[in-house]
């Protein structure tokens, strides 16, 4: 079983940065793609990015720009660094581990972000 742990989440006022990381369990991390995944009171869950075990990445459209995805293999984390926070940002965030091979997919517990207007 692999564990994931996050941290960085706060409160922030809009335009400001925040940079949250997740470090995760096992030596299953690197061949994992990971994700960053986000829920707002009364929505969805929904993908914010993710990155590939060789480093490719992919974005939500809202977030493009803004966001960057990225891990460290050697340290089993994966960080997003989060710019030009905007109030429509605020929301639980998730990590999330998915390894293909296995059918392993797994979440942390979430670290809550709130942006102030």
């Known amino acids: 079983q692999v564990q994931l742990v996050e941290s960085g989440g706060g409160l922030v006022q809009a335009g400001g940065s925040l940079r949250l990381s997740c470090a995760a369990s096992?030596?299953?991390?690197?061949?994992?793609?990971m994700g960053w995944y986000r829920q707002a009171p009364g929505k969805q869950r929904e993908l914010v990015a993710h990155?590939?075990?060789?480093?490719?990445?992919n974005y939500a459209d809202s977030v493009k720009g803004r966001f960057t995805i990225s891990r460290d293999n050697a340290k089993n984390t994966v960080n997003l660094q989060m710019n030009s926070l905007k109030p429509e940002d605020t929301a639980l965030y998730y990590c999330?581990?998915?390894?293909?091979?296995?059918?392993?997919?797994?979440w942390g517990q979430g670290t809550q972000v709130t942006v102030s207007s």
């Open positions: 990155i590939t075990r060789t480093g490719s990445t």
């Open positions: 999330n581990l998915n390894t293909a091979l296995t059918g392993l997919d797994s």
């Open positions: 096992g030596s299953i991390f690197r061949i994992s793609t």
